[in-house]
């Protein structure tokens, strides 16, 4: 490859775009100087070639490593900040580690590593790096149980959506997350920033709902993703009213029609898209049609070099947005013999759309008669005053296990009217599912956990 | 409200929402005889737990399921809360 084919972060960030900015809860660092700057102490040439895990807690000062790295070091792991150090041993074997990039240096001496470099906000730098070569970004999958696999990827396929679309397509764009930018679904926002010639502003893990939202109302945020968890729970907080953004996008879980519609009530100006995107197969498609699930044609023909099949209920895609493979010593392929990714998500087709119904791992069983609580959730969502819910197996004495629903209610929904709204809830089920997916028991509880990747918690799955 | 009428009280709202029509509830009447299926128990078992915080089927492993309608009532008016 010569070097003229080589794509990294920094073609892309220069003098000529003014106005541009990357900022957090505390402060706004400007991208218009920032090849001019360093966050590495100077220190980037020592990385050239090598295998880097990039432990910032600091989400600001990690976004700009991650432009200073790429292009410069043969890898770079991005590494989550609810990392345990456990977890961060056999990652430092699995990928080779021999530099670490990190804000707090004292918790990584004794790591065995080769180098570790400090990393704090951006100051002047004496010498400018170049593009040497395509850095492998590796990226740790968002799993519940057990250790997160090491999945590698190349910028050109992480940006590979992005690129389809045209990166001017938001021109101007100021965009947001609630995602941690280390995670796949968050990183896609801060490419399409820097790859798009906007501006990020970014989360902030301990700041609350209506103080995040304050702040991307000040910030000017036009473009904003997040989970369908993340989601709810702005549309549950009240605080959405003076932000209006032109374009929400959800992804990382089922978006279902009641958080799609109630998306659409809030931000009546913003376009708003569901993606689906994982961090093996990356990003499959879009859709901004406002409906959940997707139109059927999307599964066959080839479109942007993305194949979609279903096999089996599971959809499986073939694509240069995919990883490469996953990392490590023992590590299973990644894909079929024909580059297929099993996405593990199952669909099913009613009509002409594709409707996804959850995981194949997630299934309760019920006297041997099996439903995805995807599926139970989506029906109690669509009740006016229900804000999130979770569908979880109960072991029962009699089937096995029966459903037992969790619920959180609208905001200022009165304790008196509980027993109505419950009836209400099971009459919906039952007009919509089958007899035993009906949930045997409702519980109305204060919040629902969200994990740190903005998905919905579920003990059982 | 005692053991026996939380039970009744949940059976009749497991009949309402399953539409069983359920015979009136004694001592003697056989629990097949009630028109509850075993998902309909399955329920009723779910909900008692969480209303009277036991499950007298899963606690101890020697009690033998009951087959009768006030069986099913001492069953949990045995379990020491």
Not at chain 1, 314 to 342: E, K, N, Q, T
Not at chain 1, 436 to 461: C, H, M, N, Q, S
Not at chain 2, 7 to 19: D, L, T
Request: hydrophobic share 45%.
């Amino acid at each position: 490859m010569s070097r003229s084919e080589i794509s990294a972060l920094r073609e892309y960030l220069g003098p000529e775009m003014k106005g541009r900015s990357i900022s957090d809860a505390r402060q706004s660092v400007s991208l218009t100087d920032i090849l001019g700057e360093t966050c590495l102490g100077g220190r980037l040439h020592e990385l050239a070639g090598r295998s880097v895990l990039l432990a910032v807690e600091d989400q600001l000062i990690s976004a700009i490593a991650m432009t200073e790295v790429d292009g410069v070091a043969w890898r770079m792991l991005l590494c989550p900040p609810d990392l345990n150090s456990g977890q961060a041993q056999s990652l430092i074997e699995d990928a080779d580690i021999d530099v670490v990039v990190t804000d707090r240096p004292a918790r990584w001496m004794d790591a065995g590593v080769y180098l570790v470099v400090a990393a704090r906000l951006p100051e002047r730098a004496l010498t400018k790096e170049k593009t040497s070569r395509a850095t492998e970004w590796l990226m740790l999958t968002s799993g519940t149980s057990g250790l997160p696999k090491i999945v590698g990827h190349t910028l050109d396929g992480l940006a590979g959506a992005i690129m389809a679309e045209g990166p001017a397509r938001h021109p101007n764009a100021t965009w947001a997350t609630f995602y941690d930018i280390r995670r796949y679904g968050g990183l896609q926002i801060l490419l399409r920033a820097v790859i798009g010639g906007g501006s990020m502003v970014l989360s902030d893990p301990g700041e609350s709902i209506a103080d995040h939202i304050a702040r991307l109302c000040a910030r000017g945020v036009t473009h904003i993703s997040g989970t369908p968890s993340h989601w709810r729970k702005v549309l549950m907080s009240g605080a959405a009213a003076n932000f209006s953004p032109r374009y929400v996008r959800l992804s990382g879980e089922i978006a279902d029609q009641a958080v799609l519609d109630g998306l659409a009530r809030t931000f009546p100006r913003a376009s708003i898209g569901h993606a689906y995107a994982s961090t093996e197969a990356g990003v499959g498609f879009a859709v901004d049609d406002g409906h959940e699930g997707f139109p059927a044609e999307l599964i066959g023909p080839s479109r942007d070099g993305v194949k979609m099949k279903i096999v089996d209920g599971s959809l499986r895609i073939r694509s240069p947005r995919a990883a490469r493979a996953y990392i490590g010593a023992g590590a299973p392929p990644l894909g079929d013999a024909d580059g297929f990714v099993d996405t593990g998500d199952m669909v099913e087709l009613r009509g002409e759309r594709y409707h996804f119904v959850g995981r194949r791992g997630g299934i309760i069983n019920i006297g041997g008669l099996k439903v995805h609580p995807e599926e139970i959730e989506s029906a109690i969502n669509r009740h006016g005053c229900v804000r999130m819910s979770r569908a979880r197996s109960r072991r029962s004495p009699i089937t096995g296990a029966v459903v037992v629903a969790d619920v959180v209610l609208a905001d200022g929904t009165a304790a008196g009217r509980h027993e109505t709204i419950r009836a209400e809830i099971f009459g919906q089920c039952k007009e919509s599912l089958a007899s035993y997916k009906v949930p045997a028991v409702i519980r109305f509880v204060e919040r629902l956990d969200v994990t740190a990747a903005g998905k919905l918690a579920r003990a059982d799955a | 409200m005692s053991v026996k009428l939380r039970i009744f009280e949940a059976m009749q709202q497991i009949a309402k929402e399953q539409k069983v029509a359920l015979p009136p509830l004694e001592d003697d009447l056989l629990l097949h005889e009630t028109g509850f299926d075993s998902l309909a128990f399955a329920i009723l078992v779910a909900r008692l737990e969480d209303d009277l915080g036991i499950d007298p089927f899963t606690v101890a492993d020697a009690v033998a399921f009951p087959s009768t309608v006030g069986e099913l009532v001492r069953a949990y008016e045995n379990v020491p809360v």
